[in-house]
């Protein structure tokens, strides 16, 4: 007999989380903690049960996944993540992956697929849709850098994000309502951050995040 796993379920619509825990329950097989509706409720309880299987919507009030993922992960690393979201999902698969996730999953399947995609991460699958293969979501690569750069905050992340657009230091201070002495200030945390010594360096390695992988600040 397997492994009855421990659930818990971060989402901003009280009857579909509902609705999912009757159907997560009714094999006996997965046990559900507890329904969520903020990142710092759900972040909690992640760290403090270590569940095996975390269902988190990818649209919160607060924002998206992408802000808490990586953290949440660190503070369960065993923990299966899974996104649901309401989109397609096939240009968020990878970088869900590299922040975390074990998967990501449509509202709009069905509850067996579901379930499919629950079995085959209790035996070490990762479940995709074949038509996400046959558009080009394959193979999963990890792209360089990725843990330098968002160790990054986000007025950090802004900062570097209009440095590789040209935007000079005196107008990005202007932007963030901060003294220009200020904007050094935040360089040298970023050049620290990204284990850099220059501004070339630095535009380099972000750069080659942004390509590689979508924005993650709001």
């Not at 953290?71 to 590299?98: A, C, W, Y």
């Not at 990762?126 to 990054?152: A, H, Y």
Request: with cysteine.
């Amino acid at each position: 007999m397997m492994k009855v796993w421990q659930v818990v379920i971060v989402g901003c619509h009280p009857t579909s989380m509902l609705g999912t825990k009757l159907i997560l329950e009714e094999g006996g097989e997965l046990k559900v903690l507890g329904m969520y509706s903020t990142w710092d409720e759900g972040a909690s309880i992640v760290r403090e049960k270590n569940p095996e299987l975390v269902l988190a919507d990818y649209h919160m009030p607060e924002g998206n996944i992408e802000n808490v993922l990586l953290n949440m992960k660190k503070s369960s690393p065993n923990s299966h993540f899974v996104v649901m979201t309401d989109e397609d999902g096939r240009d968020l698969l990878q970088p869900l992956i590299e922040l975390g996730a074990s998967g990501i999953f449509s509202k709009g399947a069905s509850p067996h697929q579901l379930l499919q995609l629950i079995l085959g991460l209790r035996v070490g699958f990762l479940s995709m849709p074949l038509e996400w293969i046959e558009k080009g979501s394959w193979p999963i690569s990890t792209s360089k850098g990725l843990d330098d750069v968002l160790q990054l905050t986000q007025t950090e992340m802004f900062i570097m994000e209009r440095i590789v657009q040209g935007i000079t230091y005196d107008k990005i201070a202007l932007e963030i309502a901060v003294s220009r002495r200020s904007i050094d200030n935040y360089l040298r945390k970023i050049y620290v951050k990204l284990d850099v010594s220059t501004r070339a360096q630095a535009i380099e390695k972000f750069a080659l995040f942004s390509r590689q992988n979508r924005q993650i600040y709001a």
